[in-house]
Structures are given as structure tokens and as C-alpha cells.
């Protein structure tokens, strides 16, 4: 008999970036194939932007995009260089 083996439990996790209000902004990551398809909201018309990640315990690369411009989180102080001269910020995801 074949054994299933339960994939860890996703969790939610929520990013925040802060700009001036009206910008178009999102993320992307190792999560996502690095493709910046998860839009980030200013629901308060702020500057405030945030979005809500359902990911599985491990280590994640990311960054922001800004009105097209890839940005690094500024308020994450783990980062690592990438093969572009720029900096990947690091999200680590623990199980619960």
C-alpha cells in the first residue's frame, strides 16, 4: 500500500509596502516563478499597500514592483545580492 505523505500546511502571510498613494504595485518571488502577477492594494488611499500570500514553511526570495521598477523591502533587513548587482529581500515562512 502506497503511503501519502501531507505536503506542509500553508500559511498566511502578509506583506506591506509604503509609497505615495496611486502607484501600481506588486510582488514577486520565488513563490511565484518571480512573476509580478500579485497586485498589492491601497484600500485606504494611503500609501499603504498590502497583499496576502498563502505559502508553505521554507525560505522565499522577493521583491516589489513599483510602477514597473523592481524594488528590494526596505523594511525586511534580511536580504541577499542577486545575479543582477541588486539585493533579493528573504521571507522565511515557519511552520505554526
Known amino acids: 500500500m502506497k503511503k501519502t505523505v ?3 500546511a500553508r500559511r498566511a502571510v502578509y ?3 509604503i509609497d505615495a498613494p496611486g502607484k ?3 510582488v514577486a518571488g520565488s513563490f511565484n516563478n518571480w512573476q509580478p502577477l500579485k497586485k498589492m492594494t491601497d484600500k485606504n488611499n494611503d500609501g ?3 497583499c496576502r500570500l498563502m505559502l508553505s514553511p521554507g525560505e522565499y526570495l522577493y521583491k516589489f ?3 514597473g521598477e523592481w524594488r528590494s523591502d526596505s523594511a525586511n533587513e534580511n536580504f541577499v545580492p542577486n545575479e543582477y548587482g541588486s539585493l533579493n529581500s528573504v521571507l522565511i515562512v515557519t511552520s505554526k
Open 6 to 8: 501531507a505536503s506542509p
Open 65 to 67: 514592483v513599483v510602477d
Open 24 to 26: 501600481c504595485v506588486a
Open 15 to 17: 506583506l506591506e509596502y
Open 48 to 50: 499603504h499597500y498590502r
